[in-house]
């Protein structure tokens, strides 16, 4: 079969390998779409954290049943939805029900071999139906799920103001379901298509564009008071710093990106606000089930956010214009 490894940083290479051969307790997947996200980029460019080489990308992944064990639920045909984050059972983390922040994570297409391959063994604890949805909806619950559980992690109610600041895919997807939790949410990012796009498109209240006046500006729309949640989705050390003064008294910070560096903030300012610093890290099944349903009721403007789609073997050329500045890509899918 054929698969992309990143073989080191800046080489994608389309190769043949064996077949999976699916142990007890797993099912054989066909791969049919691959959403390509940040991380992505990240192990193409040689600057995620978390990586060895060569590696398979690919973590946002619909696919299709091929076989399954004799006891299985699962019959060849089924439409699935794969969740990337494979957890140990064992750990504090597992034990307490947040799998998602597992001490042994291991998540597909970083620590391990991921979907840019046309098959894939999969534990069935893993596969998640999704039946009524399109592949390249199921493509989009990943990072969805992402939004939704950093919503989660928040306690967002009805009515509080909320700021989003990156208007990325995961901060898109944020923005969507705060705005679904009856918030009133203002996107900040840099790029006024994309702030537009989070008001026309996804229920954010207001947009506003990164510039020098910003603080003055969130200020003034607020009353001087600021948001009741902050959330960043940046993936900037820098912006995560500044969003410290953007967060109300009383009122949470919810950092959803992450960068590989240290982050300062000045204790008195944050102290005077007893501020919550919440982190929020990968996704639970609970969101994805939640993200499925919302899929399935066509709440999402999937148009909107599909920016481009590729077939499989364009990509190691293709992902290097994908991260041009100025291309416009949100979120690009790759057909199979
Ligand atoms: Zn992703
Ligand atoms: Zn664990």
New binding site residues.
Partial sequence: MARISCVEPGQLMLDACAMPVPVHGEALVRIRRVGICGTDYHIVRGTQPYLTYPRVPGHELAGEIVAAGECSEWRAGMPVCIMPYH?????????QGK?NC????SVLGVHKDGGLAEYLAIDERYLIAADGLSLDEIAMVEFLAIGRHAVCRSGTVAGERVLIVGAGPIGMATAFFAARSGAEVTVLDGNADRVRLCVDRLGAYRGEVLNTDTADRLAALTDGDFFDCVFDATGNAGAIEAGFAYVAHGGRYVLVSIVTADIRFSDPEFHKREMSVIGSRNATHQDFADVIEVLRARAFPLDAVVSHKLPFADVPEAIWRLMEPGTGVIKALVVL
């Fill in positions: 957890s140990c059972d064992t750990c504090i983390a597992c034990r799998p597992c001490t042994a994570i």
